[in-house]
């Protein structure tokens, strides 16, 4: 499996922007296809975006889908994704998770995750 750290969360006010980096390491990076989740207080973990290996295909959430964008960089085993006109129901801890081969976005699909990242949007 591959290892998976994010970095990027914070303390942002309604209507700012952020990015998150997640790095992975021990295997071939661009052998997987990754994703980011989020999961608030009290609530289940959703999915928030994917992207294929080669990074040409996308995938998002109804409620990210136009703020947020996923991408990667296959050169430095990394993938980020950047947060537009956040809103205080984005408040959660953001996870990147790696899978092998996706069927429904599910997080039966994914089978490695990272430590997630706290990010905050205040009203």
């Known amino acids: 499996q591959v290892q998976l750290v994010e970095s990027g969360g914070g303390l942002v006010q309604a209507g700012g922007s952020l990015r998150l980096s997640c790095a992975a390491s021990?295997?071939?990076?661009?052998?997987?296809?990754m994703g980011w989740f989020r999961q608030a207080p009290g609530k289940e973990r959703e999915f928030v975006a994917v992207?294929?290996?080669?990074?040409?295909?996308?995938y998002y959430a109804d409620s990210v889908k136009g703020r947020f964008t996923i991408s990667r960089d296959n050169a430095r085993n990394t993938v980020n994704l950047q947060m537009n006109s956040l809103k205080p129901e984005d408040t959660a801890v953001y996870y990147c998770?790696?899978?092998?081969?996706?069927?429904?976005?599910?997080?039966?699909?994914?089978?490695?995750w990272g430590q997630g990242t706290q990010v905050t949007v205040s009203s």
């Open positions: 998770t790696a899978s092998n081969y996706v069927t429904d976005y599910s997080t039966t699909d994914f089978h490695s």
């Open positions: 021990g295997r071939t990076f661009s052998n997987y296809i």
């Open positions: 992207i294929n290996r080669v990074g040409d295909f996308t």
